[in-house]
């Protein structure tokens, strides 16, 4: 892989702030980090992160990190994250699919995690431009016991939570579609459909709005990417679902049945936790007790704003 030429270029934001919390941070525009998650290869399942080991020249050098590094002019966070993790530890920029963004806003200065899930091989880790003495796939229990980066260590607890959590989205379509009078009886295959694309659609972009609230799913984070499955029923079977990261379950009879047995299995499968967009009182009271629920008005608003 060839990377663009760094020497002698310097960014604005590449300095000091004097932050109102009393310390200093590095980045005018705040600084970001990739916090890799590789939960496919470990051998009893336990996930492992991707952490650096900071050069001995570097702040808090000796103590381990995520790679990353201060935003740049005319760049997002999270793509200043991809882009640190590439020129540190050879990241691809597309090695995982993003799962949960979390900002530790200081006003002055904020720093944001994205937290991204590897699905398929691990990339190896390579240190590239000599702000890594080491990098390494660490298995999260053995995270608090290496010599962590101060703010790291404090916010590990909180991204720990991120990186075991599997929040998944099911979605009651009909009940969704039907919860506003905007004509949907008319044609119900195009208004699922209308609701799948704005489903699949708002989980491909990176734009902060896309993303789904942290606290929807008891996550600490800004934002959560999690899994999507649609049951779809009777004359609102979609003819051709769209593309993109969601399943779309075509009930054959009740939805409601399809939706109470679907529910039980991801949550078997580890849906951790489980959420569940529907306003019908009798399909409510049929779920599982671990289920958390969801009005079809916050989600279509949510959609509408991403
Ligand atoms: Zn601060």
Redesign the pocket.
């Known amino acids: 892989m060839s990377l663009p030429p760094r020497a002698g270029h310097r960014d604005p934001n590449d300095a000091w702030v004097d ?5 200093r ?1 590095w980045g005018l525009a705040g600084a970001a980090g990739l916090l890799l998650v590789d939960g496919s290869t470990a051998p009893d399942g336990e996930p492992r992160v991707a952490l650096q080991l900071r050069a001995a020249w570097s702040h808090h050098g000796g103590t381990w990190g995520l790679p990353g590094g201060a935003v740049q002019t005319g760049e997002d966070a999270l793509t200043a994250a991809r882009r640190e993790a590439r020129e540190e530890a050879a990241i691809p920029p597309d090695a995982g699919a993003p799962a949960a963004v979390r900002v530790l806003d ?1 006003g ?2 904020r720093y944001t995690t994205l937290v991204a899930r590897v699905h398929g091989p691990a990339p190896e880790l390579h240190p590239l431009d000599g702000e890594s003495a080491d990098l390494r796939w660490v298995p999260v229990d053995e995270v608090a016991g290496l010599d962590l980066l101060p703010a790291f260590g404090e916010a590990w607890p909180a991204l720990r939570r991120l990186v075991e959590a599997r929040p998944t989205l099911l979605v009651d379509a009909a009940n969704v579609v039907g919860a506003r009078p905007d004509g949907w009886w008319r044609d119900r295959a195009g208004a699922t459909e209308r609701l799948l694309t704005s489903l699949a659609g708002g989980r491909r972009e990176l734009a902060a709005g896309a993303w789904l609230p942290g606290t929807w799913f008891d996550l600490d984070a800004d934002g959560v990417r999690p899994d999507v499955h649609v049951v779809t029923e009777g004359q609102g079977n979609p003819a051709a679902p769209p593309d993109g990261e969601l399943t779309v379950h075509r009930a054959p009879g009740s939805g409601d049945d399809a939706i109470v047995a679907l529910a039980g299995r991801l949550l078997e499968a580890g849906a951790d936790p489980l959420l569940v967009a529907t306003a019908d009182r009798g399909l409510r009271a049929r779920l599982p007790a671990t289920a958390r629920t969801l009005g079809p008005g916050a989600l279509r608003e949510t959609l509408e704003r991403g």
Not at 19 to 23: E, H, K, L, N, S
């Open positions: 932050c109102a919390c009393g310390r941070h200081h002055t200065w």
